[in-house]
């Protein structure tokens, strides 16, 4: 095999070529004659400032040598964390994750830089650059994973949030697998964790697992806010929110469940709690107080909703009137409004005309990816379900040709998604229409069967 030209070597064919001596290229680069010297010579390493500062001065983009300097200095070399730290990071930024993976499955095998690789990769997930922590964090997890430390479980727990997927079985296997360390996370940071296994399991609709979930997490959190009352000076928070905040999200959970089993007058009562909570919280602090009015308009929203999923649509206008002044919320309500249309036969056109720039708005957005994995996953499962009612709601209304271009809608981000039982209503539905679809709708449909067709190996 060829033997890769080393960055000294790069440097001095660039000198040659430009006929420059030393002192002009340190001149030019603001390296330090003797510095420079040192380092052609191979007896004194190379900072990342100075190769990003070389890199620069020969005209090549920034990164082009971090793959050969990361052999070079950590793999053929043996690595220093003062080098090292700095060079995850610009790696990072540029998105060169290849290079971080090459050094970091080498570096690891001394145990020595464990500590400083997880807050390196804590640093990466608070600024946002998940792709480069997620490879951090399966190493530590990988080289712990006999310790059984909270330091492990809360790799495990970042693992869990960055590497889902849309695939709702790769999803339940992870949930699986990070629930086993909930325990040994630290005890606030147990609340946030059981939150976000509810939402990711409320994506799947299991709600009974949701529901048990729910009461674990008021348990807790009633168990933290009693210590939290006994301690006569209060310890910083580890909690990502505020704790009166896990207990209504849980009974918010319970009321969302008793939506879904169609038990209306539990879900109402559910709600009346939540809110009750919040609104009992004393002298709030600005962002408590945020929080409070969040809850206290999703509770406003969803007593409309709950009645109006049992058959009351006499508050109908008044919601839409509400959603009119929360369009974040009008994605989810749209979802449960049709539904209701569609289990009580009642005639939405007006709604749907009075909304229907908000409703072509979701439908020409395209998926993106959003910092949270639960909210993704939602916001797709929105989308599907949303598109499946319109299209059930026009088939009933006999406007076929809209209501075949909805259920195709749907069916594009089922297929795109790997979801399997929305794909089996999808296609269940459109048999019945079939007969009446255009050729171009035929089309469309027939390309989406295939993509099912095709086994995928993940």
């Not at 910092?371 to 499946?388: D, G, P, T, W």
């Not at 006999?398 to 296609?427: F, Y």
């Amino acid at each position: 095999m060829e033997s890769v030209p080393t960055i000294k070597i790069h440097i001095e064919k660039y000198m040659r070529e430009n006929d420059l001596k030393l002192q002009h290229f340190s001149d030019i680069t603001g390296i330090n004659v003797g510095t420079l010297s040192a380092i052609l010579k191979g007896s004194r390493p190379m900072s990342m400032n100075q190769l990003n500062q070389i890199t620069s001065v020969m005209g090549l983009e920034k990164g082009y040598f971090y793959e050969s300097y990361g052999v070079e200095s950590f793999i053929e070399s043996a690595p220093h964390w003062r080098r090292l730290e700095p060079y995850l990071y610009e790696c990072a930024e540029l998105g060169k994750l290849d290079c971080i993976q090459q050094v970091i499955t080498h570096v690891t095998d001394d145990r020595s830089y464990i500590e400083e690789l997880f807050e390196v990769a804590e640093g990466f997930f608070a600024r946002g650059l998940n792709e480069a922590a997620l490879i951090l964090y399966e190493c530590v997890a990988d080289s712990e994973k006999y310790q059984h430390s909270e330091r492990l479980a809360l790799c495990q727990y970042r693992i869990f949030l960055l590497h889902k997927t849309l695939n709702k079985l790769i999803n339940l296997n992870a949930a699986v697998k990070f629930e086993s360390y909930i325990d040994k996370l630290n005890e606030e940071m147990q609340l946030d964790a059981l939150k976000d296994l509810a939402n990711l399991y409320s994506t799947m609709n299991l709600w009974d697992k949701v529901f048990e979930l729910a009461e674990e997490s008021i348990r807790r959190t009633d168990l933290q806010i009693h210590l939290q009352s006994l301690r006569r000076k209060r310890k910083p928070r580890i909690a990502f929110y505020p704790l009166f905040t896990y207990k209504a999200y849980a009974i918010l959970h319970k009321a969302h469940v008793s939506g879904e089993r169609r038990q209306y007058i539990e879900a109402l009562e559910y709600t009346d709690i939540y809110e009750e909570i919040v609104n009992k919280v004393n002298d709030p602090t600005g962002e408590e107080q945020e929080l409070i009015e969040l809850f206290k308009g999703w509770a406003e929203g969803n007593r409309y909703l709950y009645k109006i999923l049992s058959g009351d649509f006499e508050v109908l206008n008044d919601y839409l009137d509400y959603l009119d002044a929360n369009h974040e919320e009008i994605s989810t309500a749209f979802v449960y409004i049709i539904q209701a249309a569609n289990q009580y036969s009642y005639n939405i056109d007006y709604t749907l005309n009075r909304f229907k720039n908000q409703i072509n708005e979701i439908r020409t957005k395209k998926y993106v990816k959003v910092k949270r994995a639960y909210n993704e996953q939602a916001s797709n499962f929105r989308y599907i379900r949303l598109f499946y009612e319109l299209a059930k709601y026009r088939l009933n209304q006999n406007q076929i040709d809209q209501g075949i271009d909805d259920l195709i809608t749907s069916l594009q981000r089922c297929v795109s998604s790997n979801d399997d039982m929305m794909c089996i209503k999808c296609i269940d539905l459109y048999g019945k229409y079939r007969d009446q679809a255009s050729k171009t709708q035929e089309k469309q449909y027939t390309k989406l069967i295939d993509k099912l067709s095709v086994p995928t190996f993940q």
